[in-house]
Nanobody, 123 residues
Framework: VQLQASGGGPVQAGGSLRLSCAASGGTFSSYGMGWFRQAPGKEREFVAAISVSGGTTSYTDSVKGRFTISRDNAKNTVYLQMNSLKPEDTAVYYC?????????????????WGKGTLVTVSS
């Protein structure tokens, strides 16, 4: 499975962005999907995950109520709607796929990673 993230860019604090991750080369609807981020000088961290059906989602505490993960299995795409952005959300955002959503949440043994897209939030 190949994953291509897009939608990053500069934004002012309080603004919104929607990231997209398009999948190809596999059965998208068989994979749980997730978003991660890595800020400068920091380790990569889990942001959000969504189950195969979209019925189960999980978020890291710092983004709850501000970010929403969703997926469109007909378009082989997962989204991350980011609202009320803060400077501390500045990072490279990566999407990932795994058949086990628990692996995504635990950030362990993930099957596929995409290249990142940079989000820069200015104050």
């Amino acid at each position: 499975v190949q994953l291509q993230a897009s939608g990053g860019g500069p934004v002012q604090a309080g603004g919104s962005l929607r990231l997209s991750c398009a999948a190809s080369g596999g059965t998208f609807s068989s994979y749980g999907m997730g978003w991660f981020r890595q800020a400068p000088g920091k380790e990569r961290e889990f942001v959000a995950a969504i189950s195969v059906s979209g019925g189960t989602t999980s978020y890291t505490d710092s983004v709850k109520g501000r970010f929403t993960i969703s997926r469109d299995n007909a378009k082989n795409t997962v989204y991350l709607q980011m609202n009320s952005l803060k400077p501390e959300d500045t990072a490279v955002y990566y999407c990932a796929a795994d058949q086990i959503i628990g692996s995504i949440i635990a950030m362990r043994g993930i099957d596929f990673w995409g290249k990142g897209t940079l989000v820069t939030v200015s104050s």
